[in-house]
């Protein structure tokens, strides 16, 4: 079955410090590919996407490529701020009809000033 | 504004009883999911539907049930519950059909089984 692998946590990093967050898939097809983040207390927001090979999801200064060749989409951000602390999930999609999400565990991040 | 409410953020309940965590979506959408989320183990899928009175296994059914009796609204239950069903349930909702489609989730009800 489809799988999402992704780095373990937590992970602290000062404010201005680059992130780079890990997240590797196995899936029987072609999925889609997201970051969702859930900020404390929160349910769970898209962050970004991609669809297909090659293509480059981004949003509030984070970017994610999606590379078929390594299953991959790293998550990546040049300059957090302390308003990044939030949890981080990969997830691919596919199939047909639901498209029901397969998630990774989940990342946690906090900033520090 | 596009909204998933979930009737409670925090419900605490004793073994044996019987649960319904209630779910309602505003976007018209087909799909409702239920997960729960635990730590160290991410949100794992219970069930989702695609269509009023249609329901379909996630990864952990066991122990639980669901019901859609109209389309914006989807139902959790849990027949008898157990202290490990303690963990924080999220509901989304999402368009049927499209294949990079947005999930918009609830705030989630985190349950506390005693």
């Known amino acids: 079955g489809d799988s999402v692998t992704q780095m373990e946590g937590p992970v602290t990093l000062s404010e201005e410090a680059f992130l780079t967050i890990n997240c590797t898939y196995t899936a029987t097809g072609y999925p889609s590919l997201f970051w969702y983040v859930q900020y404390p207390g929160e349910g769970l927001q898209l962050l970004l996407k991609a669809t297909k090979a090659d293509d480059k999801g981004s949003n509030k200064g984070f970017e994610a490529t999606y590379r078929k060749e390594t299953t991959s989409f790293h998550l990546e951000k040049g300059s957090v701020q302390v308003s990044d602390s939030a949890v981080y999930f990969c997830a691919l999609s596919e199939g047909a009809g639901s498209y029901q999400l397969t998630f990774g565990k989940g990342t946690k991040l906090s900033v520090i000033p | 504004d596009v909204k998933v409410t979930q009737s409670s953020r925090y419900l605490v309940k004793r073994t044996g009883e019987k649960v319904f965590l209630e779910c309602v979506q505003d976007m018209d959408h087909e799909n409702m999911f239920w997960y729960r989320q635990d730590p160290g183990l991410g949100l794992r899928l219970i069930y989702f539907?695609?269509?009023?009175?249609?329901?379909e296994k996630g990864d952990i059914p066991e122990g639980y049930s669901v019901s859609r009796e109209k389309k914006e609204r989807f139902s959790l239950i849990l027949e008898s519950a157990s202290t490990n069903q303690t963990s924080m349930y999220l509901c989304?909702?999402?368009?049927?059909?499209?294949?990079?489609?947005?999930?918009?989730f609830g705030q989630g009800t985190r349950l506390t089984v005693v």
């Open positions: 539907s695609y269509d009023v009175k249609m329901k």
């Open positions: 989304a909702s999402s368009l049927w059909g499209v294949r990079d489609t947005e999930a918009f």
